[in-house]
């Protein structure tokens, strides 16, 4: 009826799990690349698609299910405001506006109603809010956001939830997560079962374990087709976010997906699948992308460093990716520095197939029983020491 | 030896053209890409190629040389500046740094000097000035401009030229064309025969007949393996650029390829073919897809335009490129509003489509016979008085 989700094969804690949807069956775990405002920026859909269909060249089972990046994250916020949700709908909703055929995860709206909005209001109704753009007058409320998500077709979409920030004291914390858990309930009474669909609640609590596993209980009583992590990643550090799904993803069901919103760098996805997660959002290699950085197997590369000049090497031997296959560092360093259109298209698809052959190499892993192994390896190739490195803010998108 | 230019059918004053190349054939007329700084803005050089390739979708003896946008234009004093030109040389000359195996002709530095640098002194040597990037001081003399060429790996190379501004005193334009006159022969001088390069001698004279006249003759009297013809389309109007190729071209060698530098809009591509002209290049097509501005067979049109807010038309029913196959007004109009990458990377690659099918319809209507029927057909449909409409001074990159 719903979105299904089978858990494949255990190690430890880590899952290989298979997430189907109206739009086709994701592996997990998998890496969402975001597609703010109905396009992953700099890149075509055909593109994105390459990204993970090259993860698993040689695989017929993964050839044949579309894994990597066969799933996109639209942000409702601003596909709300601009182009307005009730026009895709017209035109035959996200899927077909932005040429994309395979699955459609949107969020709730909430994220960036509190990041990116001017004069919000937050009331046990909804949330009030003026556009960034235009300073027109909106509602959110979680039977809008859910409406929306609707509208826009979405194969997953997720509960209106309150964004808790960090740091904040314990008692606001907790009177914030309990009106999450209103609005959770709100989510799922207001969404509309469909074939192929499916909604997720989403956890708050902030760093507070009972908070948290009180969350949990309560979306879990309500009953969701997923289950998400929300409230972190928002400058807590790496150690402490490995605490808190320490302390939470025991709690969550075994049969269903679990999401780490807003996460992350490579290290913090390998450390997050190691505890059980199975899904994951971020702009980070998006953003980097058109930002002169590239993550490699070697560590990540500023291309516009003068020391990439004269360099005829690609950027990693290893990868297969458009960049990697046809181009110098020289020549990406150059286009970087002329501010060339093309260094945001060459390095978004450099590191957009980057982040979905860790997890393509993940999933393997998994699968038989190395997963440990290969977080050593990635821990030793790349960063000594990730508790010291905070994680990057990444939800704004 | 050098290039080979072959007239294969003619149709009034119209050629059908096939020019040969170390890398590969140009079918003519031809309409060259501009990639300004070693890129085609926001394209692939695969997508560049796929515009060209898929004109002549269907016919095997098009199919076979590869036509259209086979033959992107370098700017020397882009490439010479940034990343340097002995730069790419080291890394293997132009086609390898930009990954473009196809033909390339580079200007020689001479406009971008005149319309970007800083403080720049004209003498008989040639010209010196200040980069536009960091003030360091250049030289371009006619020998450094055709050996900074040959470091590229240009398969056609220009001649060094003073561009005499418009409108000038006629004295100006006549020692500022005796001038270019001496530099196109230091230039022939310099040049390193190469099988499968050539080099291009450009007429000046502004819009006096016999000056242009006895430019022509001074070239011819050189030997150049192609004939170009500069100082066009900077804001005389397009009248005028007509009434100076009327005068020009039967000076031209029947034998060899003649190029209009920075031409044009479409109207001003067919009238010039009609003139006898084989190869253009402009920046219209490029620069208009970023700024949301397509060309169709319908007309010009705004994508920013509210007008295409909900229109789920494609932009142009009859083209086959990837903004038209995949993608409704509505998101195309969206993109460009919202200020995204794929705008630009959709709207060029559709221009590019345009200007290359439209070549290719000019090349076969050349071999039949209907050239005139062509323009008559197209004049009616685009622009009822292209008289009236000054040519764009595109030459600027």
Redesign the interface.
């Known amino acids: 009826m719903s979105v299904s989700f089978q858990v494949l094969a255990r190690d430890g804690a880590a899952r290989r799990g298979r997430l189907a949807t109206a739009h086709g069956v994701v592996d997990t775990p998998a890496f969402m690349p975001v597609g703010t405002?109905?396009?992953v920026?700099?890149?075509?859909?055909?593109g994105v698609a390459a990204t993970g269909a090259r993860i698993v060249l040689g695989n017929t089972y993964h050839l044949m299910l579309r894994p990597g990046a066969d799933i996109v994250l639209g942000n409702t916020y601003h596909l709300m405001l601009?182009?307005g949700a009730e026009?895709i709908a017209?035109?035959?909703g996200l899927h077909r506006?932005?040429?994309w055929p395979h699955a459609i995860l949107t969020d709730s709206g909430g994220f960036q109603v509190m990041s990116l909005a001017a004069r919000r209001t937050i009331a046990e109704a909804g949330v009030t809010f003026r556009s960034h753009l235009d300073g027109s007058l909106h509602e959110l409320t979680p039977e809008r956001s859910i409406a929306i998500q609707h509208m826009l077709g979405a194969d997953l979409t997720m509960a209106l939830d309150e964004c808790t920030p960090y740091p904040a004291p314990r008692e606001a914390v907790e009177s914030s997560m309990e009106l999450s858990m209103r609005w959770a309930e709100r989510s799922r009474r207001a969404f509309v079962e469909r074939p192929g669909h499916g909604v997720f609640g989403i956890v708050q609590g902030g760093v507070h374990p009972d908070l948290r596993l009180r969350s949990a209980a309560r979306l879990i009583e309500i009953g969701f087709e997923g289950y998400a992590i929300g409230g972190l990643a928002i400058g807590e550090g790496q150690a402490t976010t490995f605490a808190v799904l320490d302390a939470t993803v025991p709690a969550l069901p075994e049969d269903s997906p679990r999401y780490l919103m807003g996460v992350g760098k490579p290290a913090d996805l390998v450390g997050a699948v190691l505890r059980g997660i199975d899904m994951f959002d971020c702009v980070l290699p998006t953003r980097s992308g058109?930002t002169a950085q590239a993550f490699t197997r070697g560590g990540t590369l500023n291309l516009r460093n003068a020391r990439h000049?004269?360099d005829?090497a690609p950027l990693d031997p290893e990868c297969p990716c458009?960049a990697c296959s046809?181009?110098?560092r020289?020549?990406l360093?150059?286009?970087s520095?002329?501010g060339?259109?093309?260094a945001?298209?060459?390095l978004t698809a450099h590191n957009l197939r980057y982040y979905a052959d860790l997890m393509a190499a993940m999933r393997a892993a998994i699968e038989r029983g190395s997963l440990a192994a290969l977080a050593a390896t990635f821990e030793a190739q790349n960063d000594p020491d990730p508790a010291r490195a905070p994680l990057t803010p990444t939800g704004i998108t």
Request: charged share 20%; proline share 10%.
């Open positions: 405002a109905g396009t920026k700099a890149m075509t859909p055909e601009r182009p026009r017209g035109l035959g506006f932005m040429n058109r000049a004269d005829p458009p046809g181009y110098s020289a020549y360093h150059h286009l520095r002329a060339e259109i093309l945001s298209m060459l």
